[in-house]
């Protein structure tokens, strides 16, 4: 694992300097592509155990419950743990609405995108 430099929140530091660079550049220039790479790191790190050793990054379409093995209570520590990361309020109602990875993604990049601006 890289080292996590004074910038790199320590939620980070168990992640590798491709993530960690990539919210550098998230947080220096509101890169949403950036972003991209730190929401599949983290999908990837809160995936079922199981999932880690047949892990490829998945398709927009593919169900987090069903599909890449997650239940409601990893959903959520996944989904609070980039709210935590990149200071927004991820509120219930909306929680509930994120069934795919495409609508993770596009939620987070939405909004960051309000939150950045």
Not at 8 to 27: D, G, I, K
Not at 74 to 101: H, M, Q, S
């Amino acid at each position: 694992m890289a080292e996590p430099t004074s910038t790199t929140p320590t939620q980070l530091a168990r992640f590798s300097a491709e993530v960690q660079n990539a919210y550098a550049r998230y947080q220096a220039t509101g890169d949403l592509v950036a972003v991209e790479i730190v929401v599949m790191a983290a999908l990837r790190d809160f995936a079922p155990q199981d999932q880690h050793d047949k892990w490829t990054p998945p398709e927009d379409h593919q169900r987090l419950i069903g599909d890449l093995g997650f239940d409601s209570l990893g959903v959520a520590e996944t989904v609070f743990f980039l709210e935590d990361l990149f200071e927004v309020k991820i509120g219930n109602k909306d929680l509930l609405k994120l069934e795919t990875v495409g609508e993770l993604r596009a939620f987070v990049a939405e909004k960051l995108a309000k939150h950045h601006s």
